[in-house]
């Protein structure tokens, strides 16, 4: 064989080689945790025995959680940093940070912007309830509204939890029909939220 044929040769197999390593060796670990960099997961167990887990999110320096999400729950950082996304039997959910313009409180923030586009975006939106409540001493606004789409109808509660830079919106939706059975679920994670820097 020519020697440049086999100089080729060997250049080819460690490409591939190297290619291998960093698609699928030791390297893939590293650039898929960058995902999930922040989140430690300790279980725990709470009075009725749901077993959670404790999300510790450190993606902002200013806005450092933590929140408990039952470990049943399919849960994914989300796009943006401070946030995720879950997905869990007949129902989804989001935890996200929100920028309130310095200008405004939370609670106007939430009903002259937040509702609104809401009203825009979610089909047959109706208001259910809003309540304003404390979450580990941090002020919160809980709404609760309906979707109306038909494919299947849906509720959701959003706890719109206020802190010292940004604040944070737990939204979490289930089918109409299985909401009740949920919504015990679905007070423990807001309830579980704390800001861990302030």
């Given at each position: 064989m020519n020697r440049n044929v086999i100089v080729i040769l060997i250049g080819?197999?460690?490409s591939i080689v190297l290619l291998s390593l960093i698609a699928f060796g030791?390297?893939?670990?590293?650039?898929?945790?960058?995902s999930f960099n922040t989140a430690s997961l300790i279980r725990k167990t709470i009075?009725?025995?749901d077993s959670?887990?404790?999300y510790l999110n450190k993606d902002v320096k200013e806005n450092y959680y933590k929140v408990m999400l039952p470990v049943k729950w399919a849960i994914k950082a989300g796009d943006k940093p401070g946030s995720y996304t879950m997905e869990f039997p007949h129902g989804y959910g989001s935890i996200a940070l929100m920028d309130v313009p310095d200008n405004t409180t939370l609670e106007l923030y939430i009903l002259s912007q937040e509702e609104p586009r809401l009203k825009k975006a979610v089909p047959g939106?109706?208001?259910l309830n809003y309540r304003k409540a404390k979450v580990n001493g941090n002020d919160a606004y809980i709404l609760l509204f309906e979707e109306k789409s038909g494919n299947p109808d849906s509720r959701t509660m959003a706890a719109y939890i206020s802190g010292a830079d940004n604040a944070v919106v737990i939204r979490l939706t289930a089918d109409t029909t299985d909401f009740k059975s949920l919504e015990p679920s679905f007070n423990r994670v807001m309830n579980s939220f704390n800001w861990r820097n302030q």
């Open positions: 080819t197999v460690l030791p390297f893939t670990r590293l650039r898929n945790q960058k009075p009725n025995n959670l887990a404790d939106y109706q208001r």
